[in-house]
């Protein structure tokens, strides 16, 4: 299955980021470049298990569930309804306590890994979905980055 990877350091503890990475509401609206709309799906807060509607701003919309939620080193997420061009969708975002010159930070590293539908499309399709979506996890996560350093956001979470 095709896959594309961003990462990205932060100045803040993973908890922080990880937090962060799970705003809802207007505080993630007002960092998150592909988020039209998202709400959780019968859930007070974000956890294994749990669904959410997310419209990007492009304008898919997908269903998806929480199939991993461990503060503050990962979670994981894996679509059950979204747009027709998907099979499946499946997304990972990973945490790391590192240091770099002398701040401590998160590395936080960033996967999605999907399969297009129908199948004989996948030879074009694959490359196209390289392309967009490595496109949009780079904006999403350096947006991400800038978060961690918003201290609106900070003072959010």
Known sequence: MPQVTAEAWVPVEPDTAFAVS???????????????????????????????LTRARIGPTMISR????????????????????????????????EDRDGVAGTRAVWKYTWSAKPAWLRPFADPIGRWLLGREIRARIAAFGQACENPDVLDAV
Request: aromatic share 16%; charged share 20%.
């Open 22 to 52: 799970q705003t809802t509401g207007e505080v993630r609206l007002s960092w998150d470049p592909f988020i039209r709309h998202q709400h959780l799906i019968d859930a007070d807060r974000p956890g294994k298990g749990v669904r959410t």
């Open 66 to 97: 929480y199939v991993s939620y461990r503060p503050p080193t990962s979670v994981g997420m894996t679509m059950e309804d979204g747009p027709w061009f998907f099979a499946t969708f499946g997304g990972g975002w990973r945490f790391t306590p």
